[in-house]
C-alpha cells in the first residue's frame, strides 16, 4: 500500500536527520536544507510538548518515529480486519 511505504520512507528521513544531528552538517547544503524543511513540521509541535532532556537529548524524532509506526499498525489493521 502506498501510504504505509510514504510512512516508511518518512521514517527512515528521520533517522537521517538523527544521523546529521550527530555530526553537524552545513546548514546551506540543500540537502540538510530539505530533511529539514521536511522533518521541522512534525517534530516542532513535538518539541514544544517534551522540550530536550538536559538541553541536548531531544526525544521528538524517537517519539514521532513511534507515532508512525503505530499510525502504520491501525492502518493496517483497518484493512485486514
Known amino acids: 500500500m502506498i501510504l504505509l511505504r510514504i510512512l516508511d520512507i518518512y521514517s527512515l ?6 544521523i546529521l544531528s550527530w555530526v553537524h552538517p552545513d546548514p546551506f547544503n ?8 521536511i522533518t521541522d513540521p512534525l517534530l516542532n509541535p513535538i518539541r514544544r510538548i517534551i522540550p530536550p532532556l538536559g ?9 514521532l518515529v513511534l ?5 502504520k499498525n491501525l492502518i493496517i489493521k483497518s484493512i485486514y480486519f
Open 30 to 37: 540543500p540537502v540538510v536544507r530539505f530533511i529539514y524543511s
Open 55 to 63: 538541553g541536548m537529548i531531544d526525544l521528538s524524532p524517537l517519539i
Open 13 to 18: 528521513i528521520i533517522f537521517v536527520r538523527i
Open 67 to 71: 507515532l508512525i509506526e503505530l499510525l
